[in-house]
């Protein structure tokens, strides 16, 4: 079955946003580009970009796969960009957001089901992937962690945030 140009074209153009879009979600992921999924991603959606390029001609479709490699690596450095912002904000205002529920809990008798309850702007927000920062309400208690590679960062109502070393 033979494709007309205009559809290789669509489905051409579609690799390249995909290519931006995956770029990006394995940034913010934390996923390195040398990863097994990181390089299988990669060689995916740049050779698929340019092979469903519409023009025979080498020349437009070197073209393409050098588009497509930008659009992945520029969206893969935006992404981890990201995922860094949201690990320095959990750092620095998480010891805010503790506060923030003893407010709650002061005014309320109890903590809140979910930290969007809060009155305050919460770190660790992501696009892509879940918000970095993470919240379990216990009986009379709560868990606030966060994650950065083998490192598990939680605090609670009477521990301020300390981090584990997580075996893998």
């Not at 995909?18 to 999924?37: D, F, H, K, Q, Y």
């Not at 957001?97 to 309320?108: K, M, N, P, Q, S």
């Not at 709560?142 to 605090?155: C, H, I, K, M, S």
Request: charged share 25%; proline share 5%.
């Amino acid at each position: 079955m033979r494709l007309s140009p205009a559809s290789r074209q669509g489905l051409s153009l579609g690799c390249l946003g995909l290519a931006a879009l995956v770029g990006w979600g394995l940034g913010e992921g934390g996923i390195p580009l040398g990863s097994l999924t990181g390089a299988v991603a990669l060689l995916i959606l740049v050779f698929g970009a340019a092979g469903l390029a519409p023009s025979p001609r080498r020349k437009e479709k070197y073209y393409v796969m050098a588009a497509a490699l930008i659009l992945f690596l520029g969206s893969w450095s935006a992404g981890q960009a990201a995922d860094r912002r949201a690990f320095g904000e959990c750092l620095e205002r998480g010891e805010e957001v503790r506060a923030a529920l003893e407010d709650f809990r002061h005014d309320r008798g109890r903590y809140p089901e979910t930290l969007a309850q809060l009155a305050v702007d919460l770190p660790g927000r992501r696009r892509l992937h879940p918000d970095l920062l993470r919240y379990r309400r216990l009986n009379d208690d709560y868990e606030l962690t966060f994650f950065r590679g083998n490192l598990r960062f939680a605090a609670g109502r009477h521990a301020p945030f300390s981090a584990q070393r997580q075996e893998p």
